[in-house]
């Protein structure tokens, strides 16, 4: 891992941002900066998003001070970003996979294979043969099915058995229904990979993205020892490694989860030579991103005031849908009131925001408290940087995919 100090340097190598202009964070902050990108392009009226490595930076820093002995292996499917997951692979951080494509980007950073963790219990033939053909050798299960493909199309993979957690750990999107072998089934899938010569090198859970229950890593860990004697009682070759998978978020949340890690891997895993691992993806990118939206329509309707503006939840913010997230918004009334845009003091007004797609769903806020803004005014939303961009779509022609990044770094990030 990169410390701190001299991250700024190791950012500026990485892969990602080879070709990319690199903004430091002006001393007054990201509304200065949100302004002067505005005001210096006079035509701007598309969304864009504003990325502070710096804030990546801290993150990672506090990863490896608070989690020393767990590897993080970042999921890329929370947000792909070629940017921000080059920054993230020169600060040290490896990668879950969950798909061809997602390993041919990692790899296209200049990544090494034995960096990813194709961490998918149900795989396409055809990606399984891709990640035998690239030295990808690390994967999850928790079918015999799925040991049935394994040993046809990469019989050299090493397996992790995914588990079901026995708590979701009030998980903002539980995974439990979808993955994980239930108790019963453990010992019959652990007997069926021997009987197929694979190697099951150990176990992986998740407890749900976005937990707010810290107990639950307790809960996983504390069965994944069990699993561990069954194959023992078995006996496998001896596992040695485990995956405690995602449910990690910045913040207070996650000082309360590392502590609950820690503990649990001290009470139940002893024996030296074990490596631990996880997948986080909300913890690094949440709050390294910041959406800035136009406001491109307004209809006053008495004391209400209603705002369309040019993303919504058929883009970036289908987090509110398929995420269960809430978004806030702050205006920048660059149009109407260039010398004070954040509107401090002004009176304010119960509005509505829409996104620009013609279905009454595409509803971003309501009941939100707005100063009076104008066609042209912005409206700017922090920590947008989670299952965001990574699931839009094109409906309704708006590109999501197309929504330009602006990169910066803010050497005071904590």
Not at 6 to 31: C, E, F
Not at 142 to 147: A, L, N, P, R, V
Not at 236 to 261: K, R, S, Y
Request: hydrophobic share 40%.
């Amino acid at each position: 891992m990169v410390s701190n100090h001299n991250s700024l340097q190791v950012i500026l190598g990485a892969p990602g941002l080879r070709g990319k202009t690199l903004t430091a964070l002006p001393k007054d902050g990201l509304t200065s900066l949100i302004q002067s990108i505005i005001f210096n392009k006079q035509d701007l009226k598309e969304p864009f998003y504003v990325l502070d490595l710096g804030v990546v930076a801290s993150l990672m820093d506090q990863w490896t001070r608070t989690l020393p002995t767990v590897r993080p292996f970042y999921a890329v499917k929370c947000n792909p970003n070629p940017a921000f997951l080059g920054v993230l692979a020169a600060l040290g951080s490896s990668f879950d996979c969950a798909s061809r494509a997602e390993i041919e980007t990692v790899l296209s950073l200049g990544v090494s294979p034995d960096r990813i963790v194709y961490a998918n219990p149900c795989k396409a033939e055809s990606h399984i043969k891709y990640a035998a053909s690239v030295g990808v050798n690390l994967t999850t299960f928790d079918s015999k099915e799925e040991i049935v493909k394994i040993r046809k199309y990469h019989p050299n993979c090493d397996l992790l058995i995914r588990v079901k957690s026995p708590d979701d750990g009030g998980a903002r999107c539980p995974l439990g229904p979808k993955y994980g072998a239930l108790p019963e089934e453990i010992a019959p899938l652990l007997q069926a990979a021997q009987t197929a010569g694979l190697t099951v090198s150990g176990i992986s859970f998740h407890i749900g993205s976005g937990a707010t229950e810290s107990g639950a890593y307790k809960a996983a860990i504390a069965a994944a020892k069990g699993v561990f004697d069954v194959a023992s009682q078995l006996g496998m070759p001896e596992m040695h490694v485990l995956n405690i998978g995602g449910g990690f978020t910045a913040g207070p949340q996650f000082d309360d989860a590392a502590t609950a890690v820690k503990s649990a891997i001290q009470e139940y895993f002893k024996e030296p030579g074990l490596t631990f691992i996880a997948e986080p993806g909300r913890f690094f990118a949440e709050s390294a991103f910041t959406l800035a939206t136009n406001i491109i329509g307004k209809r006053v309707r008495g004391e209400l005031r209603e705002y369309w503006i040019n993303d919504g939840v058929y883009g970036s913010m289908n987090c509110i849908l398929y995420d269960h997230a809430t978004v806030n918004a702050t205006p920048f009334a660059c149009t109407s009131n260039r010398e004070n845009p954040r509107c401090g003091g002004a009176r304010t007004y119960c509005s509505t925001v829409f996104g620009p797609t013609c279905d009454a769903l595409d509803t971003v806020l309501t009941g939100h408290q707005l100063p009076e803004l104008q066609v042209n005014d912005w409206l700017v939303f922090p920590n947008m940087g989670a299952y965001t961009a990574a699931a839009g779509s094109n409906f309704n022609g708006f590109n999501t995919s197309a929504i330009t990044t602006h990169l910066t770094y803010s050497t005071n990030a904590s």
